[in-house]
């Protein structure tokens, strides 16, 4: 056996590979993680920056909340010992002149999510519709209306033309189990749960290589060759079989020549959606806002929804759009990635639903952060989405191929969580115990 000789080769540093590479290399596997990046986390990507006379704040990147209390996040946050924030405060809308409570606005668009669930559970075994399509059949006043599509798109980085209200209503029904309404945050960043996993992968003898992007995986039944491209040059890495967890937008690029293509996998994965988000996180030498604050709704305005790091005393707010309003916005970034474009739009945002004068607000402004993830190679999106009628193909890519390639990722998960991390880590694990048993059904 060479250095490179393994028993599986998982290909992602993300939540999904670690968590399978984990499991396999505590199961008594001989296990290589190969990261394209120089970092694990994949999307999950925390930077601690200094604030004037307060602590370090970790600034989120990517993933920022567990939503609710599922079990596969709480579990590892347990046996990490790591502290963790409920989301309290108030939230406020803005209605294009004043700025009110949100309860109201909140609770409308929630009941047409609700009444969504329902509906679905009358129609016909295989009903699909888009969600738009879904409100023009429904007695739904248009300002409502606009409020749940604004949340749909929002929420869920997606065209309300194109996501599937079947798959809406699975993932309802799959928050409602979880409490999904609630959030938390873990203290000193979300960076803490792969780092945790990747301590225990190692410890259990795994191998972590970085900055070594798969380009081609050449396989057949029992064996896999995957050549990868870094700063030491090419080199291959030999296993039994692959766990792949690159992001569904990666798969759908073609970036990795598989040589024979799983063409059934790859199908399915083209029936799927990345959708786009636009975050970016202002640090203010003081607050300007109710100190109570958590979210603030403004749907008529770009960027449309705004929250703080309540209870957390920070002054920080952080921008948000999801779907078609979030790819209109980043078009503000030039080719050469400046987003200084985008920066001033969510400033001048901020100076009409504050009525402040913007030279305030820039004058005010300590740093910004944000990261394209649509423009990254190693993600080309956010986070998945079902397009209508493609409810199927998340089941459809974790079938194991030849019982040599196991794909993995938020994108494959089967429970309604799509674009969470407790769907990836679930999905890690269910590629590990699939890899395991596939390795006896190899013999």
């Not at 559970?121 to 519709?129: E, I, T």
């Not at 913007?358 to 952060?369: C, F, G, V």
């Not at 030849?402 to 407790?422: I, M, N, Q, R």
Request: glycine share 8%.
């Amino acid at each position: 056996m060479t250095s490179n000789d393994y028993d599986v080769l998982v290909i992602g540093a993300g939540v999904a590979g670690l968590n399978a590479g984990r499991l396999l290399a505590e199961a008594g596997q001989r296990v290589a993680i190969l990261e394209a990046r120089d970092r694990i986390g994949g999307r999950i990507w925390t930077q601690p920056i200094a604030l004037d006379q307060q602590p370090p704040f970790a600034v989120e990147l990517g993933a920022e909340f567990v939503h609710g209390l599922p079990q596969e996040t709480w579990s590892l946050i347990k046996q990490a010992g790591l502290s963790t924030v409920e989301v309290d405060g108030s939230s406020l809308w803005f209605d294009g002149s004043r700025l009110m409570a949100a309860n109201e606005q909140r609770g409308a668009t929630e009941g047409v999510l609700e009444d969504l669930t329902q509906w679905m559970q009358k129609q016909p075994s295989g009903s699909d519709f888009s969600f738009v399509e879904y409100l023009k059949g429904q007695a739904v006043d248009p300002i409502t209306a606009r409020m749940a599509s604004n949340r749909v798109e929002g929420f869920n980085a997606a065209d309300q033309h194109r996501i599937s209200v079947a798959a809406l209503a699975k993932q309802q029904a799959a928050e409602d189990a979880i409490d999904a309404d609630r959030l938390f945050r873990i203290e000193g960043g979300y960076a803490a749960v792969p780092n945790f996993l990747a301590e225990k992968f190692i410890a259990a003898g795994g191998t972590l290589v970085l900055k070594a992007p798969a380009r081609k995986i050449v396989w057949k039944r029992g064996a896999v060759a995957v050549e990868t491209t870094g700063p030491d040059g090419d080199l291959q890495y030999h296993s039994n079989c692959a766990v792949i967890t690159v992001p569904l937008g990666v798969l759908q690029a073609q970036t990795i020549d598989f040589d024979p293509r799983p063409s059934e996998v790859l199908f399915h994965a083209n029936r799927l959606e990345m959708g786009a988000v636009m975050r970016l996180t202002l640090v203010f030498k003081e607050k300007f806002w109710d100190p109570q604050l958590s979210f603030l709704f403004a749907p008529a305005e770009s960027p449309p929804t705004w929250w703080t790091p309540m209870p957390q005393e920070a002054p920080v707010l952080t921008a948000w759009a999801g779907g078609p309003r979030a790819g209109l916005l980043l078009k503000l970034i030039t080719a050469d990635g400046d987003a200084s474009a985008l920066r001033d739009q969510c400033l001048a945002t901020l100076a009409k639903i504050f009525a402040l004068p913007l030279s305030d607000i820039r004058q005010m402004l300590s740093s910004w952060h944000m990261h394209d993830w649509q423009r990254d190679e190693y993600a080309r999106g956010a986070y998945s989405y079902v397009h209508v009628g493609a409810l199927d193909a998340p089941d459809k890519m974790r079938i194991p191929v030849e019982d040599t390639l196991y794909f993995a990722g938020e994108h494959t998960d089967v429970s309604g969580h799509w674009g969470t991390v407790h769907a990836a880590l679930a999905t890690g694990l269910a590629a590990a115990d699939l890899a395991i048993r596939g390795g006896a059904a190899r013999g």
